[in-house]
């Protein structure tokens, strides 16, 4: 019995380091994503030419219309949900925290489908960096939305088919530790493999020696290097995504001023004899 309560009180402490790791790695993240949106929003709208044509623009007014709308939404609903907490509105406090759960999963979708989407754009512009001139792809508006839509329904279906499982397993009154565990290892999985796509694409972008043909290109190769090298320096390997994966959307943004030709109208004078 003594055992078991020095192994509780064990496993307690190491919950609570990795708590408080987490508050100091994640608390930095979230304040600069809050105090960088209004920067961010404003860099996108002057940007927004540079992207104009570009087969990638998709892939990056959906990262603008996710921070703008969801994070935000996500940060006021939290706050709106601790608040009714506090005061003793348990129901309106109730409604606030679904509506934050919903957008928390959306997020996640959203981190994981972009994390995924930019690592097979990263590692197509690896190979194609590798063929002559006359054999080159160019991706187009049509692969980078079928792309989207297919990674998007890829998260979509394979949390639906663990939530039918999870179901099956609460209707049969048959859950177990081991259940649990087998979640836990499934989504860790699941999650591992995308990061060692990350990192492939990551090490790639590093092999190429030919510069960024557009703006949005340079955002995704500066989205994939950033990304996937803090995560190999990170202790912490889960759960930074959420709001890394943003921030540095934002820095990338923010930090570029492309140099965009505007054309002039040419006004025809008479000539004068």
């Not at 009714?84 to 109730?94: A, D, K, P, T």
């Not at 409604?95 to 919903?102: E, Q, S, Y």
């Not at 928390?104 to 994390?115: D, G």
């Not at 190769?221 to 994966?245: E, P, Q, R």
Request: proline share 3%; glycine share 4%; charged share 15%.
């Amino acid at each position: 019995m003594r055992e078991l309560q020095n192994l509780l009180a064990e496993e307690m402490a190491d919950t609570k380091k990795l708590i408080i790791t987490y508050v100091v790695t994640v608390g930095p993240l979230a304040i600069c994503l809050i105090c960088c949106m209004c920067s961010y929003l404003m860099a996108f709208t002057r940007n927004l030419k540079a992207h104009a044509g570009s087969p990638l623009l998709p892939l990056i007014v959906h990262s603008y219309r996710t921070l703008k709308f969801n994070y935000i939404s996500f940060s006021v609903f939290g706050i709106c949900a601790g608040i009714s907490m506090l005061i003793g509105n348990v129901f309106l406090g109730m409604f606030f925290l679904r509506t934050f759960g919903i957008l928390a999963w959306v997020i996640i979708w959203y981190v994981a489908m972009y994390q995924i989407v930019i690592s097979i754009i990263s590692i197509h512009r690896f190979i194609n960096s590798r063929q002559s001139p006359e054999l080159r792809g160019e991706l187009t508006l049509c692969n980078v939305y079928f792309l989207l839509f297919f990674v998007l329904l890829l998260m979509i279906f394979k949390d639906i088919g663990m939530l039918v499982w999870i179901v099956v397993i609460v209707v049969k009154n048959n859950i177990v530790m081991e259940k649990l565990h087998t979640v836990m290892m499934y989504y860790s999985m699941v999650y591992i493999s995308h990061q060692i796509l990350l990192f492939i694409a990551t090490f790639f972008q590093f092999c190429i020696s030919e510069a960024p043909k557009s703006h949005s290109e340079y955002c995704v190769v500066t989205h994939t290097k950033c990304i996937g090298l803090v995560k190999m320096a990170s202790t912490l390997f889960f759960g930074i995504d959420v709001f890394l994966v943003p921030v540095v959307v934002q820095m990338t943004e923010i930090r570029t001023k492309p140099n965009v030709i505007t054309p002039t109208e040419i006004q025809k004078e008479p000539l004068k004899v």
